[in-house]
């Protein structure tokens, strides 16, 4: 029974997770349809059975571990405020409906991240994300040269790579951390690291395929990151000049790129406006100075011409559905209170990881520091944020630190313990000669 069930698990997460990542269901849901179609209405019946099937399953699997879940919701408390904060939001929500399943949707998926954390360690957390995005690069694949209507771009970005998801964009965001994730197992295999290595690649070649530039940039950035932390471990002496030197080399590359962005951006087929963000945030400031310390109420902005989105969609006519900035999009949702909320829980989570990457000299360790730079990095010109599979691993790899740095006491606790016991009484002989022979 106990082989079922975990096996059962395991597929259940892989699943649950790719279709958190917004993965083929939608996709093939909506015909193949892009962003330049006009009044685009597909049946999305089957996507809400398979998520209620999944909070149904999470639920479930929580309260067979009460005892972990109780302790991942006494920690992380300003991830358990923020979502308080989202749940109070129907008060004041310009679409009170659509709030209230919207905040549905985003307490079951923050269990979901709870249920990862506690389940699993953090290098299984890891393993099963490699599981997932290497059946993610095989199914882009078999997509974009099989099924060419489902998995490349149509429309204004025709020919362009999106592979088993919406937007390109969305390919780009999703190969960017399944790098990530490839690089870490690969630099942490002691065998086959070669198949790490491919899945790395792969993930490479279909954000180029997909023309994501941001993607790209943050790729190097991660990169140079990765080398950064890892310089952690080296002794006071190497540590500081190998992290100056890995700085000084970051911001002569900032500088040559800001001096020749035009230039750079032209080749990659782009302009420095970010295709029309500079002026989408704009508009999107005027609103978030309308209602600047509550928003809007979460999802309660964005509905189109019915909506307070009209006065974006009147301004830019290719009517933008969400910002382009998670952390724009959280401002209108739940406005400077949630903004905030979420600001201090991440410091603290981040505060964490990296004394988890001081203390515990391992690749997998590096993981969680490089979730949360993935996290600013995906959100500056992305909506992947609050309720998004990235929001999902934020939470599991909050709590994962949290459990790791409770293990670390606890065996510090038991060496010191061990380390001041009088074996005298245990052994019957001599204290003298105990102490002596423990030293």
């Known amino acids: 029974m106990k082989i079922s069930l975990k096996h059962f698990e395991y597929v259940f997460t892989v699943f649950a997770i790719l279709i958190y ?23 999305t019946a089957l996507l809400t059975l398979i998520n209620l099937l999944i909070y149904l399953i999470t639920i479930v699997l929580l309260i067979i571990r009460w005892k972990k879940t109780i302790f991942a919701f006494t920690t992380n408390r300003f991830i358990w405020m923020l979502l308080i904060v989202a749940v109070m939001s129907v008060f004041w929500s310009f679409s009170p409906g659509d709030t209230k399943k919207d905040v549905f949707k985003l307490i079951c998926s923050s269990l979901f991240g709870v249920y990862f954390s506690t389940r699993y360690t953090l290098k299984e957390q890891i393993q099963i994300l490699g599981v997932t995005f290497g059946l993610a690069i095989i199914l882009s694949f078999l997509f974009a040269v099989g099924l060419p209507k489902y998995g490349k771009m149509g429309g204004v970005h025709a020919g362009k790579w999106r592979g088993i998801f919406m937007h390109k964009n969305n390919l780009g965001i999703q190969m960017l951390f399944s790098c990530m994730v490839f690089l870490t197992l690969a630099m942490n295999a002691k065998k086959k690291a070669w198949i790490y290595w491919c899945g790395c690649g792969l ?5 180029l395929l997909a023309a994501s530039t941001a993607a790209l940039v943050n ?9 950064v932390l890892r310089s952690l471990w080296l002794p006071y ?18 500088v040559w790129f800001k001096e020749n962005e035009d230039l750079i951006f032209g080749a990659l087929g782009k302009d420095s406006n970010l295709s029309g963000r500079g002026e989408l945030w704009g508009h999107v400031y005027d609103m978030i100075w309308k209602q600047p310390w509550l928003g809007y109420g979460y999802g309660g902005f964005w509905h189109g011409w019915n909506g307070e989105s009209a006065y974006i969609w ?3 006519p290719w009517t933008p559905t969400h910002p382009h900035s998670g952390f724009l999009d ?7 209170l949630g903004l905030s909320i979420f600001w201090m829980g991440f410091v603290i989570s981040c505060i964490r990881a990296l004394l988890i990457v001081r203390l515990n000299k391992s690749e ?4 969680p520091t490089m979730m949360m730079i993935y996290l600013i990095l995906a959100n500056l010109a992305e909506t992947a944020l609050i309720g998004s599979e990235n929001w999902i691993l934020y939470i599991a790899f909050s709590c994962s630190t949290v459990s790791l740095l409770n293990e670390n006491k606890s065996q510090k606790k038991f060496r010191k313990s061990i380390k001041n016991t009088d074996f005298t009484y245990l052994t019957g002989g001599d204290k003298n000669e105990n102490l002596n022979a423990r030293s």
């Open 237 to 254: 002496s190497l540590m500081i000049p190998t992290i100056m030197g890995i700085s000084s080399l970051g911001t002569i590359f900032f």
């Open 314 to 316: 009147f301004a830019e």
């Open 219 to 227: 790729l190097v950035i991660l990169i140079g990151v990765f080398f």
């Open 330 to 336: 959280l401002w209108l949702d739940l406005g400077l």
């Open 21 to 43: 990542s917004g993965g083929i269901v939608l996709l093939i849901l909506s015909g193949g349809a892009n962003e330049s179609d006009v009044a685009v209405n597909y049946n």
């Open 203 to 207: 993930s490479i070649l279909l954000i």
């Open 364 to 367: 997998e360790n590096l993981f």
